[in-house]
């Protein structure tokens, strides 16, 4: 694993970006597989700059987001969908035909699974995946559990993960309970893998994650065993494990 320790979280959104920027100018028509979240709003702001800038084409690129709230439309402002257009699709020249979010409002859990499936392997798999890393070790919506999930399934959010995505909401009682995610395998078939961290309070899991036993109680850890990941966080997330 390459891990990348920088000075704050601009520094982390620009090395972030360069990585990002690196796959889809060497892959003009590469598989992103996105990341929603606060972490990576800064990271799709650098993306949109060099676009604006003239270095970089999304013109060929096709992604596939980890995760949708279930019960939320793609029109509602907090679903996932409505955050990528926000913050990344409306601002560079990305066919939205050829991005791809779960499905939020098919009441159909299974069928909203193995659709999703179908999606990521009618494009060969994911070139470059970009994560962030939840409080309790989560990557998308893989919460801790006994077993690694290896599709995409529906998953009960853990009140951890409610109470932290709280502060988007009017209140926690509006978060939805449920939201569909790709699963382990999908994940760790992706080529390359990109990790974003920020902040003292992410120190304890990336610990846990990168330097503890590999276990469905702390899903990230799974990411020990694939063979291309990149780490970038900033000193503070990355106290505990580069000292």
Do not use: W
């Not at 084409?57 to 939320?72: A, K, T």
């Not at 955050?83 to 409002?105: E, Y």
């Not at 390359?192 to 109680?217: H, L, N, R």
């Amino acid at each position: 694993m390459r891990v990348y320790c920088e000075a704050d979280y601009d520094h982390v959104s620009r090395v972030a970006a360069n990585i990002i920027a690196a796959q889809i100018m060497m892959k003009p028509d590469c598989v992103l597989g996105l990341a929603t979240g606060s972490t990576p709003i800064g990271t799709y702001g650098q993306l949109i700059r060099r676009y604006r800038e003239g270095d970089l084409d999304f013109s060929q690129v096709h992604s596939i987001n980890l995760d949708e709230y279930r019960g939320l439309s793609p029109e509602n402002d907090q679903s996932y969908r409505y955050f990528m257009n926000k913050h990344l699709f409306d601002s560079v020249n990305i066919d939205k035909k050829n991005t791809f979010v779960p499905d939020g409002v098919e009441e159909d859990r299974e069928k909203a699974c193995r659709d999703y499936d179908g999606i990521i392997r009618s494009h060969g798999g994911i070139d470059m995946q970009i994560l962030g890393l939840g409080h309790n070790g989560h990557i998308g919506f893989n919460e801790p559990d006994s077993v690694f999930e290896k599709g995409t399934h529906c998953v009960q959010l853990t009140e951890s993960t409610i109470s932290a995505n709280a502060r988007f909401f009017a209140s926690a009682d509006e978060v939805p309970k449920e939201a569909y995610t790709m699963g382990i395998q999908s994940i760790m078939q992706a080529k390359k893998i990109v990790v974003i961290v920020s902040g003292e309070s992410k120190k304890e899991i990336v610990k846990k994650a990168f330097m503890g036993p590999v276990t469905p109680q702390v899903p990230a850890s799974v990411l020990q065993l694939h063979s291309d990941v990149i780490l970038v966080g900033d000193k503070a997330a990355l106290s505990e494990y580069v000292g």
